[in-house]
């Protein structure tokens, strides 16, 4: 399993490289925006719970998106490796992805993380809440307490995977298709190191 983080603030790009990445590379794509707002759209419990937070520019609460997690993990046995989008969040919900994927003898490869200035992050979610349909992209004040989540508990993920020199970043300002470019070097790159290191499946718990 080849198995990626898309990591950065939002606005930065993620869902739309996500949907080209995983018809790329075959990957199951796992957006736990995606996931909530269907949930939200289902009114089931769990949804209710999320729109409260959602709502407010909040991280929803790490057990409710590692149950979401780890569902879509036993659900999805025989892929050619995840593409996570907007997960992990925390510190938290990134240890416990490593623990889920240990359970399934794999790891992440690598996160590549898009990085967009904020002003720009603020212009492109203001523009996207005129289509998006998200009450969460709309008012600016809730645009900055999602930055604001973002810049206090997600950023700090990365040092996480910066100790297992897991992290790459890209420059998440330019062309999609640029951006998608760099994205798909570093992609190879690294899916070249992973079968030079690592020629037999045993390996792979290495990762
Ligand atoms: P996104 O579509 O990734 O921008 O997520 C929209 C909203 O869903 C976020 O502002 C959070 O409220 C919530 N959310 C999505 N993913 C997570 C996560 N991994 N942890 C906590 N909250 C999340």
Redesign the pocket.
């Known amino acids: 399993m080849f198995n990626i983080i898309l990591f950065g603030p ?2 930065s790009g ?2 739309t490289q996500s949907k080209n990445l995983v018809i790329k590379y075959g990957l199951k794509h796992l ?7 269907s949930e939200i759209a289902l009114q089931t419990p769990l949804g209710i719970e ?1 729109k409260n ?2 709502d ?7 057990e ?2 590692i149950g979401m ?1 780890s569902t879509a993990l036993e659900t999805n046995p025989d892929v050619a490796g995840f593409l996570f ?6 510190d938290a ?1 990134a240890e416990a992805l490593d623990k889920l994927l240990h359970l399934k003898k794999t790891s992440i490869a690598v996160m590549l993380a898009l990085d967009v200035s904020e002003n720009e992050l603020i212009k492109r979610l203001l523009h996207r809440g005129k289509s998006s349909g ?1 009450s ?1 992209d709309v008012d600016e004040t809730i645009i900055r307490s ?1 930055i604001h ?1 973002y810049e206090n508990k ?1 950023k700090p993920v990365a040092d996480y995977y910066r100790r297992f020199n897991k992290v790459v970043h890209i420059k998440g300002e330019g062309s999609v298709h640029e951006i998608f470019e760099e994205l798909c070097n570093e992609i190879d790159n690294r899916k070249k190191k992973v079968s030079v290191n690592q020629p037999s499946s045993i390996n792979q718990s290495l990762y």
């Open positions: 939002p606005g993620k869902g957006s736990t925006g995606d996931l909530l707002r999320a937070f959602i407010k520019g909040q991280l929803v609460p790490d409710v998106v997690i989008d907007g997960f992990p969040r925390t919900q998200r969460d999602r989540e997600t």
